[in-house]
């Protein structure tokens, strides 16, 4: 019986260890084949791409790593998604192994590097999709090396197939699965949460706290809580009518100052953006300045202009104009640049 409660014990003391580094795997896990079963099949056709190749090098990660599992890679490793038609596309990680990758369930087949060119020659695809791409970042994984290797390795004639790949891999980041929405929504309130605790007494003394305390207090709590970042340093500003005074430095906080916050958190391949403004009250002062608040009054307006404004079936472009046309009809002008007012616009 003392053995009995000693292996409890032990299985106990394992699961409370690993327990939220398991949650974030098996999350992923989720959203990596919910995506692969109802975003992949649907953007490769709608992109024409029979067969998606992604490399990946040691050391030389393509952006979408992260998303596709991870995995470990020795010399060179390939995802290798093909449509053979019907509702499912094949998966296949060649090159890629490791504990993390085959428990998460989203491959069919775990291959060697070496058996690329068999793989591909199998399967005979017409267009060739790889992530190579002069507009999109993210797109762009594929070294002109590794550009090289794949034709010397498939041969002239499946390199004459080679497509970009650039919208199909936009296309499937881009579009979001009920699982991916959560792990978002969870990334927004942990973001939230750290954003107001770090515009409060309980961290800002006016008079006393810089800038740069209240940045690396926001920073600390990333490391504690083994979140990313969108930002390198969170951007805490003092701003106003003449535009952004200082940003994350020694500047101290003084009474009557306009604090904005601009940053955001990582969390399971999920990462925020958000903006959050405080004002700090004078002594004697319990309400915000009329002026301040008409300035938070326009802005919630502008924002409420903008959800009604965007809508989809659009490009980025499209959305944009839109929303600009719709601010001016509203009596609101165009920014010159990032937080720049126009000679039009009256402060007070």
Not at 28 to 38: A, G, V
Not at 48 to 72: K, T, V
Not at 212 to 241: H, I
Request: charged share 25%; proline share 3%.
């Amino acid at each position: 019986m003392r053995h009995f409660y000693l292996l409890l014990l032990i299985l106990f003391s394992f699961n409370s260890f690993g327990q939220e580094a398991f949650r974030r795997w098996r999350k992923m896990n989720q959203i990596r084949n919910d995506k692969f079963d109802l975003i992949l099949p649907e953007v490769m056709r709608e992109n024409n791409i029979d067969m998606w190749i992604i490399m990946n090098r040691e050391g030389n990660f393509d952006p979408l790593y992260p998303d596709m599992g991870e995995g470990y890679v020795g010399r060179t490793g390939y995802y290798v998604f093909t449509d053979n038609g019907g509702d499912r596309i094949e998966r296949a990680a060649l090159g890629i192994s490791g504990y993390l990758l085959k428990e998460g369930g989203a491959y069919d087949h775990f291959g060697a590097e070496i058996e690329l060119k068999e793989f591909v020659e199998a399967r005979d695809p017409q267009r060739i999709g790889l992530n190579i791409s002069r507009e999109i970042g993210g797109a762009d994984g594929l070294s002109y090396s590794g550009y090289l290797e794949l034709a010397e390795i498939l041969g002239e004639k499946y390199e004459k197939r080679f497509v970009s790949a650039e919208k199909l891999a936009s296309d499937f980041r881009s579009r979001r699965v009920a699982s991916e929405i959560a792990v978002f929504a969870e990334a927004c309130d942990i973001a939230y949460q750290i954003t107001e605790k770090a515009l409060s007494n309980e961290i800002i003394t006016p008079g006393i706290t810089t800038l740069e305390d209240v940045a690396w207090w926001m920073k600390e709590q990333l490391f504690d809580k083994n979140l990313g970042s969108s930002f390198g340093m969170p951007s805490v500003y003092v701003t106003g009518a003449p535009g952004i005074i200082a940003t994350s430095n020694d500047r101290i906080i003084q009474r009557g100052d306009i604090i904005m916050i601009d940053w955001g958190v990582g969390l399971m391949n999920m990462y925020t953006d958000m903006k959050r403004m405080a004002y700090v009250l004078q002594e004697g002062e319990t309400a915000v300045p009329p002026g301040i608040q008409n300035a938070f009054d326009q802005a919630v307006e502008v924002r409420t202009i903008i959800k009604e404004t965007i809508k989809p079936g659009v490009t980025a472009k499209e959305a944009e104009e839109a929303v600009y046309q719709a601010l001016i009809d509203k009596g609101f002008n165009k920014m010159k640049g990032f937080n720049q007012a126009t000679d039009k616009d009256v402060t007070d």
